[in-house]
Each structure stands twice: as structure tokens, then as C-alpha cells.
């Protein structure tokens, strides 16, 4: 009898999924402490107390408690590396949103290739990734990246949008399979609004903003709110089709880190280590449920 119980008990094990899918339920996270009951801090690469810090006065607004994350000039290149937080349980279908301040790095070091990641992630051995994702390449803090990667390995499912916010102009719109594959531009209802008006002296280094997607299963709205009049401003409003819609639930996060092969638009050496300890600021982020 008790090889049978022993024997259910292993049957019943192999069910339960490796990673257990707690949701999350609708929050506000503001960083006002040095502790936080959604995140946990995730950085794959070398440990340092200045990297990640929760609950400290922003250098930008005095008044305003921040989660800091700082580069490693020692750290070496990749994904992760760099100071990273994500969700303890999943997220899935709702609302994002976070306000935030990437550093300003021109007068120290213009070259530099590092990345703001604000998104969702998860890869799923079944299903594949499920990725949305919010960046940007400091060196150029005028330029939003949005988008998506789907799929399995070897045949990952990319869509997304390039903007240079500060000028009104989209760069590009496309998909594509795998890093290296052709883009295909995108078109009608993928490709909504095919224009923005510029943002007069956009620059996410300069000031806080507030961003934000809206996640469903037939569709994905990235937006952002306008500085001066609050109004939402539609980044990309991408329906019609659901490639590329992750249709599994995944984990919050952001992170910051170097990357040495991913330049940004019109500057193709900004690619050097990071020199110094440069600063993201997180005032919050939140997720509503839908």
C-alpha cells in the first residue's frame, strides 16, 4: 500500500508545471521602501550594493523615493547582467505602467551601449516567450524601441517599432523571425498610427515620463503620457493580426545593462563599455489586472 501512495504521490509531482503560475493580482509599486512584496531582484551577474537600491530620494526629484539602479563598469555584456528586478508571481492580460528617468550620458561618455529594458519576459517550455517590451538605447535617449519576441529558439516571432519621439518620426515597423532575419514592414492594421507628432524636446533623460501597454490577446497599445497636457499618446496600437501577441502569462520586469552589439539608430559606435556608474530612476511601476 505504500509503494501505491508513494507511487501516486510521484504521479501527482510530474503534473504540477516546473514553474508554479501564481498570478499577480492589480498593484501600484512605488519604491517608498527599501524592500518590495512584488519584486524580487534577479541580476545574473556580479554582485555590488550600489547596483540596486529601493527607497532612496531621486538626485532628479528630491522629493521623490526611487528604485536606483546603476551600471557596473566591471560587468561584461549581456542581458541580466546589469541590475534587474522581476515579479514574483505572472502577469498576464491588462494594463503596464511605470514612470521613469533613463541617465543622461552625452557630456560623460556619447558612445556608450546600454540598455533600459522595461517589459515582460518569460520562456515557457511548452509555449516559448513571451516577451513585451518598452527600451531604450542610451545614447540616443530621443528614441523609443517597442515590441514584441514570440516563439521558440531558433524560430522566435519579432514585431516592432522604432520611434524617434523627439523629431515624430517612426522608423520602422516591421517583423521578423530570429535576430538576424529580413524585416517584412507591416502594414493597415498593424501599423496604427502610421504617424506621431513629435514630442517637442523629447528626451527621456531629462525629465520622468509615464509609459505604458495595454496587453490583450487580440491586441497590444503601447503609449506614453504627454508631459504638459497628460494626455495619452499611442505609440503603437498594434491589432489585426496575432502574430506576434503572446498569448501566455509571463513576469514583470526592468533592468539596465551594457550591451557591446546593439548600437542605436544613427550612431553605430555606441557600443563601448560603460565608464561609469550611469543611473536609471524608477519612481514606480504598476499593473492592472484585466
Do not use: C
Request: charge should be negative; aromatic fraction near 14%.
Amino acid at each position: 500500500m505504500k509503494q501505491v501512495f508513494i507511487l501516486l504521490f510521484l504521479i501527482l509531482v510530474s503534473l504540477i508545471p516546473k514553474d508554479s503560475q501564481k498570478m499577480q493580482k492589480s498593484f501600484f509599486e512605488d519604491f517608498s521602501s527599501s524592500k518590495s512584496k512584488i519584486f524580487r531582484y534577479g541580476s545574473t551577474g556580479m554582485p555590488a550594493d550600489f547596483k540596486y537600491k529601493m527607497g532612496i530620494s531621486s538626485p532628479s526629484e528630491s522629493e521623490t523615493k526611487i528604485l536606483s539602479f546603476k551600471l557596473n563598469p566591471d560587468e561584461t555584456a549581456g542581458p541580466g547582467k546589469g541590475p534587474e528586478i522581476i515579479s514574483k508571481n505572472f502577469t498576464h492580460f491588462g494594463s503596464y505602467s511605470a514612470r521613469l528617468k533613463v541617465p543622461d550620458v552625452r557630456d560623460k561618455q556619447p558612445n556608450v551601449g546600454a540598455v533600459v529594458g522595461y517589459f515582460t519576459y518569460h520562456e515557457d517550455e511548452k509555449e516559448g516567450l513571451s516577451e513585451i517590451d518598452f527600451e531604450w538605447l542610451i545614447a540616443d535617449p530621443r528614441i523609443i524601441y517597442v515590441g514584441t519576441w514570440t516563439g521558440k529558439p531558433g524560430n522566435l516571432q519579432r514585431i516592432g517599432r522604432i520611434i524617434n519621439l523627439a523629431e515624430g518620426k517612426i522608423i520602422e515597423t516591421i517583423s521578423k523571425v530570429d535576430y538576424d532575419g529580413t524585416p517584412t514592414p507591416l502594414t493597415d492594421f498593424q501599423n496604427i498610427p502610421e504617424s506621431i507628432p513629435a514630442i517637442k524636446n523629447y528626451d527621456a533623460s531629462k525629465q520622468f515620463y509615464t509609459y505604458g501597454f495595454d496587453w490583450e490577446s487580440e491586441k497590444i497599445r503601447w503609449w506614453m503620457l504627454h508631459p504638459e497636457t497628460a494626455d495619452t499618446v499611442v505609440l503603437w496600437d498594434y491589432q489585426g493580426s496575432q502574430l506576434g501577441i503572446p498569448q501566455h502569462a509571463s513576469k514583470y520586469r526592468m533592468n539596465f545593462w551594457h550591451t557591446k552589439d546593439w548600437a542605436v539608430e544613427g550612431n553605430p559606435n555606441s557600443l563601448e563599455k560603460p565608464e561609469f556608474p550611469f543611473e536609471l530612476e524608477v519612481d514606480w511601476m504598476g499593473y492592472k489586472k484585466k
